[in-house]
Nanobody
Framework: QVQLVESGGGLVQSGGSLRLSCAVSGNIFTIHKMAWYRQAPGNQRALVAA???????NYADFVKGRFTASRDHAKNTLYLQMNTLKPEDTAVYYCNAVITSDVRQGAKNYWGQGTQVTVSS
């Protein structure tokens, strides 16, 4: 089994910063891709940042220049440093990973439980 556990969410004032973490554990052969998504009430889940093996992170336009995604391969952990936060960044942030546990079964998509980020004006 594979588990993704997010942490680091909370309440912050506009202009503040938060750092999210997503730790992957379990039966891992290869992590192909990790990403952060977010979902605000009434909205669809949207990609925030994605880190694919061997490539630079990709960011949604609405976070470029403010958020930085990074991955610690040794710890199987993905981070999201969020600076200059705005009230419109308020959402549940989800960690996503594409992982191969058993090469006979191929890669599978996994989600964390989500962490709430609330930015007050």
């Amino acid at each position: 089994q594979v588990q993704l556990v997010e942490s680091g969410g909370g309440l912050v004032q506009s202009g503040g910063s938060l750092r999210l973490s997503c730790a992957v554990s379990g039966n891992i052969f290869t992590i192909h891709k990790m990403a952060w998504y977010r979902q605000a009430p009434g909205n669809q889940r949207a990609l925030v940042a994605a880190v694919t093996n061997g490539n630079m992170p990709n960011y949604a336009d609405f976070v470029k220049g403010r958020f930085t995604a990074s991955r610690d391969h040794a710890k199987n952990t993905l981070y999201l440093q969020m600076n200059t936060l705005k009230p419109e960044d308020t959402a549940v942030y989800y960690c996503n990973a594409v992982i191969t546990s058993d090469v006979r079964q191929g890669a599978k998509n996994y989600w964390g439980q989500g962490t709430q980020v609330t930015v007050s004006s």
